[in-house]
């Protein structure tokens, strides 16, 4: 699950007081009449209870912190283990039944054994730390987001069964919650000297840094609704992201791999202990793999397999994943890994216990997978459009393994990966030509209010679309109200309390948190905020990549100097580059030096990031030590102005 940038605002389960300061009018409303029965409609239809979940997600426990609350150095909170203490008896009216069952599964937290030589840190972040028993210290898998929380991790493990060092670091996948917590459990100078090797996906390193550059202020924004930023744990907001509670804030850090894997059946010996590698890249991350424990006879499912539903295409946005490759992956496991396995784990929620039981779970996932896709795909080669499939599939889901609750979409849903496997193969035209050049939706909005018969009109009948219970046909109605009419206050406070119905009554985690974070913002406007970088990630992002990020934040229609050639030296990284700023666009090459510039710019990296990213002027970075710049000083001074700034964040449901 990628991050997204998201922990300077994700300490989630430490806003413990976040609605204190709101009026009586801001504050969450309770469950309507028309929630309430939806509830008991949606807690008749689930399938019963058992015992399996209960059993397995608490099983093997051994230990936990004493204080729940991590901090980082300053003595900030990053981390509150008991955020969802309060997930206990039955479900109140405004969760629904199917999500709080889940999140009393996933609130535990500590060290748990899963066989003799492996266990797991759950609870303590987003995702998981495996740690194996090696000849000379510890295996670990999957450090966690950040630094401090894995650094709390692994004293729990250290302190209950026996000081020893960490031997090896393995990476399943180029996400930021499966490696940013790197530097708190292993130093990078015994990585450096060959004492510990760090195992990770070929590409990892590629991937880990780019998905964010391009598109990361738009990914970060929308990962805040995705992920709940702001919203305290509780029953009248956040409840977890469906395969695991908050995520930590603190420290992310990455140290580089010194050995990858690039196909299925390759095999390493790593502190004396042998595993074998599943190769899933393209499926829930760009660069991934699952790991069998072979003398443990353990299978790491890593992200592809969890105790949900998982996402074909993230709400915070991403490319679109490839539905059918991850319904074969499932597949090959089922058959090579999972009968020879006696207990499956991931990097998320609990273990599977037992070869036949972990199978069928498998299984169960690939089936769950290979459903959506195929029936996605039987409906748009019948001319459904992805609206029609997703509304189709979503009132008839599968019976898969009759009782499996791990397919249900406590994280992705159908509706929203339907839509996503349609986008896959055809994109986002569903051919009517309506749709091709519809109006932007501020200018929708107007028309809409107007043909409807003006403000009070479209009011009204929001209204009784929301005393009937119809949230979907109120938040539309209010939805175009409030974009044609953004200061109509009363419009903006019923589309709160219709998005928050909404929320009420979903089973995702995370369609919950969007509709609850929407709410938010209408009644208490967007909250500023900016994400500290993390050093280790800058440093890890190719010049390349910098420099076409600066590119999509030039402005062509700002007064700027035109058709002239930056040089750019870097001799701490042994790199050069040309930057060429034409009428329209700016183009950013590495690999040598243009034969003719008009400026010069000779210097460490940080000078480069200075210019284009933090926007210093001119001046103030050629006064840095180790910094020339020579040529038309003016005209590279007139780029940087013509500049976006770094994006902070933007209204959603606001215009």
Known sequence: MNIAGLRAGAALALVVAAQAGASAQDAPAGATQATRFEHLVTA??????????????????????????????????????????????PAPETVNPSLWRHMTHLKHHGLYQVTANVWQVRGFDVSNMTIIRGATGWIIIDPLTSTEAAKAALDVVNQTLGERPVSAVIY???????????????????????????????????????E???????????????????LAPGVTAQMGSGIGKGISAGTL?????????????????????????????????????????????????????????????????????????????????????????????????????????????ITAQ?????????????????????DEIAEALEKSPPRINGEEWSTRGYYGTISHNAKAIYQFYLGWYDAVPANLHPHPPVERAYRLVEALGGEERTFELAETAF????????????????????????????????????????????????FLAAAND?????????????????????????????????APERPSARNFTIAIDIPDRKEQAALEVGGEVMIGRTGALPAEADVTIRGPRRAVLALLFVKMPVSAVQAMPGVTIEGDLVALQTLVDALDPLPHGFDIVTP
């Not at 964010?212 to 702001?230: D, I, L």
């Not at 748009?380 to 992805?386: F, I, K, Q, S, V």
């Not at 992002?541 to 910098?546: A, G, K, V």
């Open 366 to 386: 690939r089936d769950n997978y290979r459903w959506l896709h195929d029936q996605t795909v039987r409906r748009m080669n019948r001319g459904e459009t992805m």
């Open 253 to 361: 850090s990455l140290i580089p791999p010194t050995d990858t894997i690039a196909a299925t059946g390759e095999t390493r010996v790593v502190d004396g202990v042998g595993l074998e590698f599943q190769m899933v890249s393209g499926t829930e991350a760009p660069a991934e793999f699952n790991v069998f424990v072979q003398p443990e006879k353990t299978f790491l499912a890593a992200e592809i397999a969890t105790c949900s539903l998982h996402n074909i295409l993230t709400p915070r946005g991403a490319k679109v994943r490839d539905a059918r490759a991850w319904a074969h992956y499932l597949d090959e496991a089922a058959i090579r890994y999972a009968p020879q396995s006696d207990a499956v784990i991931s990097s998320h929620c609990w273990p599977i216990f037992g070869r036949a039981e972990g199978t069928a779970w």
């Open 44 to 89: 008749k239809a689930l399938p019963p209870e058992g015992t399996r979940d209960a059993d397995f997600s608490t099983r093997g426990f051994l230990a936990t912190r004493a204080d729940p609350v991590i901090l980082d150095a300053n003595g900030k909170p990053v981390w509150n283990l008991d955020a969802y203490a309060f997930v206990t008896g």
């Open 522 to 554: 209408l009644r208490r406007g967007r909250a500023e905020g900016s994400a500290a970088q993390s050093n280790d990630m800058v440093a890890a992002i190719s010049t390349q990549e910098l420099l076409d990020s600066a590119a999509t934040r030039f």
């Open 467 to 514: 005393k009937r219970g119809d949230y979907r046909w109120s938040s539309d109605l209010l939805q175009n109200l409030v974009f044609a009419a953004p200061e109509n206050a009363a419009a903006k406070g019923l589309l709160a309390k219709s998005y928050e119905q909404q929320g009420y009554q979903a089973e995702s985690a995370i369609w919950r948190n969007q």
């Open 172 to 210: 399943s996948h180029s996400h930021g919650d499966h490696f940013g917590g790197v530097r708190g459990v292993v130093d990078a100078e015994a990585v450096k000297a060959g004492r510990v090797p760090v195992i990770a996906p070929k590409g990892f390193m590629e991937e880990a840094t780019s």
């Open 212 to 230: 964010n550059v391009m598109a990361g202020g738009a990914m970060m924004r929308r990962a805040s609704y995705q992920f709940g930023t702001g």
